[in-house]
């Protein structure tokens, strides 16, 4: 990103390699915005003078676009910032004082001298990539404390007076990251989550807006942000009487403020925002390009994820020394390379109802600990992993029984048990501690080289006996923050452990998770029929190697829907993703394991390929009976191509399906000897039948010249 600054004039432009972000100080002193978009070059002062295209006056308020709006008596759309002061005031008016650039970032500085209040607003690029992140610090330069009420990370305003398509993803358990697409009216729509998970089983904090909804995968405009927060959220889009179109969001209100003492400061988390010209595409290309090149765990964030063997589908709590030991001769005999012993192995844990909390060995179902089955993995050259649930507890444990107190509940009250379970408080310094101290000694204990972390419960109560109203104010926020704290510590005392988040499936597959996790869990519903959906909502955000799963290839008839597909429908699905095995192989005929076998074989041989890929939607699942995902490598080596039916109608002749991403002159040859030119492929396009009811192909293209 570069940051051009015309003092005099009160300039700041800030501009990537095909977007341009220009904010001005006006002549009372207000920082306001003056564009987001496709590149604007000339920023000579006669330049963005001729362009002061939103004449705003003191009358309404509607076309004045602050660069970050605070509470302020003439602007009525809505805030970021809403401060609550001991003297009972509520507005804000935020001045331009200052601004620093250190290590490639802007800092501007507003503040309200009267109410002693200031506003660091922070603008980070990521190398050439099309995206800014923002951030705010507000700090009390007051003597008596004041409460944020609302503290958003960014205000955000679109070009022009024009009409935007709001692209969201929501969802629910088992049905996550489906894609919304909305007109946006005169309204404001927002998109939320209080369950003290952010992303997808109620609502994913990221947003795509298009002019008149008319951009396509491969054309168009689209402003697109997402949050880098993984609790309580709002993203708020809205049209306001004018026509004007903004987004601001950050941490949710829903039961949160923070209470600045004087002198404190309050950091937002960041929000991230980013233009094209070249469809949602293109969007997706450059949300890769920022996980891969700057986001992902760095030691990790080329190599290829191994094949997983997960115990949850096929066993769920029913896990024994003996059982497991089966299961992993017959794992590596089909070449799995990761075997994951899912919940179900603490002492106790042989139903949801117990157990959870105390993170000990059951003894009785492993005599011998551990040691054999790690023993029995490794002799097969195999990795062993486990799964956790640390930020939760069953009232039936030891665990509960010692520190009743450590969980959310409100006194005197019969606490919510969803799953179960109840919220331990991560915002508490010792139980947070208490975390660390296990995981650690797990880490050590079992020389783990996977760590699967679960949290399998929304928040219910999120109040505790003796807690002030701070306290409970800031606890979904200092929740998280711990969170972060623990796998912080994590990446740097294992850097060489894959970590999975997990959350009920994919209740916290957003993008505050992604520096710290090597795998994300998309969702619980294993169906590839169900998952076409969630899968492309998915890898519109995330590359599909970190798409997770407890068995990607799954068991059928489906445990969530009931459906039954055909072996290699599921496994052809299964290649989608980072692969992973849920199907019970100690019942598996013998035909099944060496489909399987042949499955892992054919994963790994086309793994180089996809490793580091972008998909390219060549066919969508929204949109029509067969879904087709082209991965494209990111160093050019070729495709490959997946294709699945789904409720074709009649006898339907299938569009010749056209690739994308290639070079146009590039030579590429197909897996029966026969090569195209990349301009063919992309151009004349493929022929791909999928006659019957659930047909699946793979196509495989390797560039050779
Ligand atoms: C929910 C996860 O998504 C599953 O993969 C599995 O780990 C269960 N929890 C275990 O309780």
Redesign the pocket.
């Known amino acids: 990103m570069e940051i051009y600054v015309q003092k005099e004039r009160g300039v700041f432009a800030l501009s990537t390699p095909k977007m341009s972000y220009l904010m001005k100080v006006d002549e009372e002193g207000r920082l306001v915005h003056l564009y987001w978009g496709a590149p604007v070059k000339d920023i000579t002062p006669a330049g963005i003078a001729s362009r002061r295209d939103f004449p705003y006056s003191d009358h309404g308020g509607e076309l004045y676009r602050p660069e970050y709006r605070a509470q302020d008596p003439r602007d009525f759309d809505p805030p970021a910032l809403s401060i609550r002061y001991p003297d009972g005031v509520r507005n804000t008016v935020l001045r331009y004082r200052s601004y620093s650039i250190s290590d490639g970032a802007l800092t501007i500085v507003l503040s309200d001298d009267i109410m002693k209040i200031s506003v660091e607003l922070l603008y980070q690029g990521w190398g050439d990539l099309d995206l800014i992140t923002r951030s705010v610090t507000i700090r009390n330069e007051g003597e008596a404390p004041v409460v944020l009420e609302t503290v958003r990370s960014a205000t955000l305003h679109l070009p022009g007076h024009l009409h935007y398509r709001l692209t969201h993803f929501a969802g629910k358990w088992g049905a996550e990251y489906q894609r919304q697409r909305i007109m946006l009216t005169q309204s404001q729509v927002v998109l939320e989550s209080h369950r003290g998970v952010s992303a997808s089983h109620q609502s994913v904090p990221f947003f795509a807006l298009d002019p008149m909804g008319r951009t396509t995968e491969t054309a168009g405009e689209v402003y697109f942000g997402a949050l880098h927060w993984s609790g309580d959220f709002e993203l708020i889009a809205y049209q306001n009487p004018d026509g004007l179109v903004g987004v601001t969001g950050g941490i949710g209100t829903y039961d949160t403020f923070v209470e600045l003492e004087p002198q404190e400061t309050f950091t937002a988390p960041g929000l991230t925002f980013g233009y094209t010209g070249h469809g949602f595409g293109e969007m997706s290309r450059i949300l890769y390009d920022w996980q891969y090149d700057f986001l992902l765990p760095r030691s990790k964030a080329y190599s290829p994820r191994p094949v997983i063997y997960?115990s949850?589908?096929p066993f769920?709590f029913d896990l024994h020394e003996e059982t497991l030991l089966k299961v992993i001769e017959q794992a590596a005999d089909i070449g799995a390379e990761l075997f994951v012993v899912?919940?179900?192995w603490m002492k106790g844990r042989d139903c949801?109802r117990r157990g959870l909390g105390d993170w000990y060995l059951d003894e009785e179902r492993f005599p011998h600990g551990f040691r054999p089955l790690i023993e029995a993995c490794h002799a097969h050259g195999m990795k062993f992993g486990l799964?956790v649930?640390p930020e939760m507890v069953n009232p039936d444990s030891n665990l509960y029984r010692a520190h009743p107190d450590w969980v959310l509940h409100d006194e005197g009250r019969k606490p919510w048990l969803s799953?179960n379970q109840l919220v331990l408080n991560l915002a508490r310094e010792d139980v947070c501690q208490f975390a660390i101290d296990m995981l650690d000694r797990l880490l050590a204990e079992y020389e783990l080289d996977y760590l699967?972390w679960?949290m399998?419960r929304y928040f219910g109560e999120t109040g505790w006996p003796g807690a002030s109203s701070k306290e409970i104010g800031e606890l979904r926020i200092r929740f998280i923050q711990n969170l972060y704290r623990i796998w912080d510590h994590l990446n740097k005392v294992a850097p060489h452990i894959l970590f999975e988040n997990?959350?009920?499936?994919g209740g916290r597959a957003d993008f505050g998770m992604v520096p710290y996790c090597d795998r994300i869990?998309r969702?619980?519903n294993a169906d590839p029929v169900d998952l076409m959906l969630i899968h492309e909502g998915f890898t519109t955000l995330f590359p599909p190697k970190t798409a997770g799963?407890?068995g990607n290839i799954s068991p059928s008839p489906n445990g969530i829907n009931g459906r039954t597909l055909p072996l290699q429908y599921r496994i052809d699905w299964g290649m989608t993703g980072s692969m992973s095995i849920g199907i019970d192989l100690l019942t598996a005929d013998s035909e099944e394991l060496i489909r399987l076998k042949e499955a892992v074989r054919r994963f790994c041989e086309l793994r180089p390929l996809m490793n580091n890929s972008y998909v390219y939607r060549i066919a969508s699942a929204y949109e029509g009976p067969c879904t087709v995902l082209e991965y494209v490598d990111r160093e050019g080596k070729g495709a490959v191509v997946f294709a699945f039916g789904h409720g074709l109608h009649f006898r339907q002749y299938l569009p010749l399906f056209r690739l994308r991403g290639l070079e146009p002159h590039g030579r590429y040859e197909d897996e029966d000897g026969n090569i195209f030119e990349g301009e063919t492929l992309m151009n004349w396009g493929v022929s791909i039948s999928m006659a019957g009811d659930y047909a699946s192909h793979v196509l495989v293209f390797r560039k050779v010249g």
């Open positions: 997960n949850w589908y769920e899912d919940d179900g949801d799964w649930e799953r699967k679960d399998n997990c959350a009920g499936g869990n969702s619980d799963g407890a």
